[in-house]
Nanobody, 113 residues
């Protein structure tokens, strides 16, 4: 059974940082690409960052230069380092593998002064 467990969210002031983690299970993690998504209230879920199994990365324009995605295959974990957070980064963040339809419960990130 494919599962994703996200953690690391919280309340942070504008300009602050957070590091999200997502631990996956139920599939050979190192062989698959992984993505981070986010969904704000009343908005569509959007792709924030992706990392291939070879650790190539890509980012949404809105987070380039501020967010960094990485992975630790030995821990079946993908990370999202978020720096210089803005009010518009407020959302619930989810990780996902494109090959599977499963989603975790997400982790809430709230940026507020």
């Amino acid at each position: 059974q494919v599962q994703f467990v996200e953690s690391g969210g919280g309340l942070v002031q504008p300009g602050g940082s957070l590091r999200l983690s997502c631990t996956a299970s139920g599939f050979p993690f190192s062989r698959y690409d992984m993505n981070w998504y986010r969904q704000a209230p009343g908005k569509e879920r959007e792709l924030v960052a992706g990392i291939t199994r070879a650790s190539s990365t890509n980012y949404a324009d809105s987070v380039k230069g501020r967010f960094t995605i990485s992975r630790a295959n030995a821990k079946n974990t993908v990370y999202l380092q978020m720096n210089n957070l803005k009010l518009e980064d407020t959302a619930k963040y989810y990780c996902n593998c494109p090959q599977f339809g499963s989603w975790g419960q997400g982790t809430q990130v709230t940026v507020s002064s």
